[in-house]
């Protein structure tokens, strides 16, 4: 028979397995528990300023656009999707968290998840 902790760690293994290797699995090769929660924190500062410099980009691209063509709506359109993907991010983290069960791992998954949205949040803009 299987216990409560079994299947927490086998749903929090396969969240951890579908996503590929990410930022927690880059991680935890870094040792204890303060040096992985270091390097995420680390990691996601990394990410949050690469999602910054991309939105800018991607921002002027827009409003460029918007200038060139007389027409608004690639800037508002932009903005839009910023706000989503915050909310999105949010959500979907909050969710990893919660498959933790508020287990020893939860914060470090959700700053896993964070990271790894992030990251691909600004290749998808750099693109």
Known sequence: MRTLAGVVGACACAIAMTAGAGALEECMIRGDHAAVSKCLLDAEREAQDALIKAEGDA???ARDLDLATGRAGAAAALAKSMRAFADYRKAQCDFVRAMYA??????QGMMGCR???TRRRARDLAN
């Open 59 to 61: 921002g002027k691209k």
């Open 102 to 107: 508020s287990g020893s791992g939860a914060e």
């Open 115 to 117: 990271v790894d949205l």
